[in-house]
């Protein structure tokens, strides 16, 4: 959120003077600020078609490391480019009236509410996110980087710094896009065309010709409507385990670190999520960050990431497993999770996380093309409990973090700013991804299908209570059905028995079970649970696959009993 002052609203007119003046072109397209939220931004006069040219402005007016600033020559070896364009601004700014883009400065806000202008209580507020650690660190190097040229331009303050880059930050696009042979990170700020404000998946158009940067609509806009910009990839990206390009999308810990605002269902959030092995394979011993590492914040641009297995969680203990790892290219142990999205990469080193001895000597020789898709039930099973502990300790982080936030001291606008972005990113961990992968009879499957659905209504008052009954009824509903999709399952484990301790445990066990059968009096009550299928016998099977193959998940915090057929 940016905080418009007064000056800046008065210099509104000399801006918009300035840049008519100097050639920039408004084509249906007005400043003026959103009714509800007080934003500034651009709107349209009238309904404009998609493919029409919004606005354009000239290169004269763009400020960028390429003018020719003699200050920056010792530096330019030694500053990221984001610093470097932060000192043009800085520049410009303390020259007051006598710059040309005084106006354009008039305009810009006084601060930019990212995180990197916390306060020490509203930082807390992001204990357990994936913003916790990164902010720190950026911090750190920001202010690095301030003291080795705090002393030019007669002294360049702390806050001057901070802001100068913060405004960089939110506000310049990617010099790439002026001059698209440009393969360095370098930025540019542009005044008019950084008025658009972002909304995710807009469709817009940005090109560089006749020396302009020229904005073009790629959908209808309404008439006096906002028109926004995309600040993320203009492309649709594909979600590549391997590829870091997904990371371009701005989810809301970008947005916030980046711009200072957060977008309540953010549709692009994803959170980070990093994968520590030790010495040994048990479960107790997935170490997982406290805090996922972030990626440096962005421009209306994008970053790349990098990654890099420290020693301490690199693999290589494991010789075994390291080869596994290697030879499947999983040695890279951070993934982006979204809400619809797993990673095959997490789960398949977490597959290789979880094997036994006896599974990697196994594994080691039928390795194959389908790499680590499926090891074996006990493996996936241990897999899946292995992911749940993953993003349970990030839950509870995450809930940990938001009781300990003190309001003490805390301004509104962050307070409101964090909780969404906290939404987010909880919403991300609980998404439907684990639950889509857990494609099992559990009880929403069984309560989908219609038919059994009401005969199960006919014997069982409350359905949800008896979960496992369902769930036992559904196995033997499903193993009688010809097109059931579990049929491969089904024959993999037809003869499968229950090892009991002891003949006494045994002779328990079928005693309940013919209790229950007796109890829910089947046939009798409904066509579809016949005698001649509903067996005790079918009723033993059942249990018995539910004992070995079934596991606990949560869903929306509660307790949910699914099983994992393939
Ligand atoms: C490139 S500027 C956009 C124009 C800006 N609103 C202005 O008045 O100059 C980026 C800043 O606009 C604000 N912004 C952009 N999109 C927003 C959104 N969807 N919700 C809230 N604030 C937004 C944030 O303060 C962000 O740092």
């Known amino acids: ?36 939220t007080a934003i500034s931004g651009l709107f349209s006069t009238c309904s404009i078609p998609s493919s029409t040219l919004l606005v354009s402005i000239p290169s004269s007016l763009f400020i960028t490391t390429s003018r020719s600033y003699s200050f920056l020559t010792p530096f330019l070896n030694s500053l990221s480019s984001r610093t470097l364009l932060s000192l043009c601004l800085l520049y410009e700014k303390k020259r007051g009236p006598d710059s040309f883009f005084h106006p354009y400065i008039g305009i810009l806000p006084k601060n930019v509410l990212t995180p990197l202008w916390f306060r020490e209580e509203e930082l807390e507020l992001l204990e357990g996110t994936n913003l916790e650690v990164g902010v720190k660190k950026r911090k750190e190097s920001l202010i690095k980087e301030w003291k080795t040229i705090r002393d030019l331009h007669d002294g360049i303050t702390w806050p001057d710094y901070l802001w100068a880059v913060s405004i960089v930050t939110s506000r310049a696009f990617p010099y790439s896009l002026v001059d698209p042979s440009d393969k360095t990170s370098a930025e540019v700020l542009i005044p008019l065309a950084d008025a658009l404000n972002h909304e995710p998946r807009r469709k817009i158009f940005w090109k560089y010709a006749n020396d302009a940067l020229e904005i073009v609509t790629e959908e209808d806009i309404g008439a006096r409507a906002q028109i926004f910009n995309n600040y993320g990839p203009k492309k649709k990206l594909l979600i590549s385990p391997s590829s870091p390009t997904h990371v371009f999308l701005l989810s809301d810990n970008k947005v916030l670190l980046g711009y200072g605002f957060t977008i309540r269902n953010n549709p692009d959030d994803w959170v980070a999520i990093k994968v520590s092995f030790s010495n040994s394979s048990t479960l107790s011993q997935i170490q997982i960050p406290s805090s996922s590492q972030t990626h440096s914040d962005d421009s209306l641009g994008t970053n790349g990431a990098s990654d890099e297995l420290s020693d301490d969680s690199s693999p290589a203990r494991i010789p075994s497993k390291e080869y596994l790892l290697s030879f499947g290219g999983l040695t890279n142990t951070r993934h982006f999770l979204f809400s619809d999205y797993l990673p095959p990469a997490l789960l398949a080193q977490l597959r290789v996380l979880v094997m036994t001895d006896t599974e990697v000597e196994l594994y080691m020789n039928v390795a194959g093309k389908r790499w680590c898709e499926f090891v074996g039930y006990r493996n996936e099973l241990a897999m899946l409990e292995a992911f749940k502990e993953l993003v349970w300790k990030k839950i509870s982080g995450l809930r940990r973090g938001a009781k300990q936030g003190k309001l003490k001291n805390v301004r509104r606008e962050v307070l409101d700013s964090v909780e969404i972005y906290r939404e987010g990113e909880s919403k991300v961990y609980t998404g439907k991804h684990a639950l889509s992968y857990i494609h099992a009879y559990e009880y929403d499957n069984a309560m989908n299908d219609k038919s059994f659905a009401n005969a199960i209504k006919k014997i069982i008052d409350d359905v949800y209570e008896e979960e496992d009954v369902v769930l036992m009824l559904y196995l033997i509903y499903e193993r009688h059905n010809a097109t059931s999709p579990w049929r491969k399952f089904f024959q993999a484990v037809d003869g499968y028995i229950m090892m009991a301790e002891s003949d006494e445990e045994e002779k328990e066990k079928r005693k309940q079970i013919e209790q229950l059968h007796h109890s829910l009096q089947l046939g009798a009550t409904c066509s579809i649970f016949s005698d001649a299928v509903y067996t005790i016998d079918n009723f033993i099977w059942a249990a018995n696959i539910i004992d070995t193959f079934s596991l606990t998940f949560y869903q929306d915090g509660t307790a949910r009993t699914g099983i994992v057929p393939t």
Do not use: C, H, R
């Open 1 to 36: 959120m940016t905080i418009a002052t007064d000056a800046a609203k008065e210099n509104g007119s000399n801006y918009e003077k300035w840049l008519l003046d100097n050639g920039a072109k408004f084509n249906n397209v007005v400043f003026g600020q959103d009714p509800k």
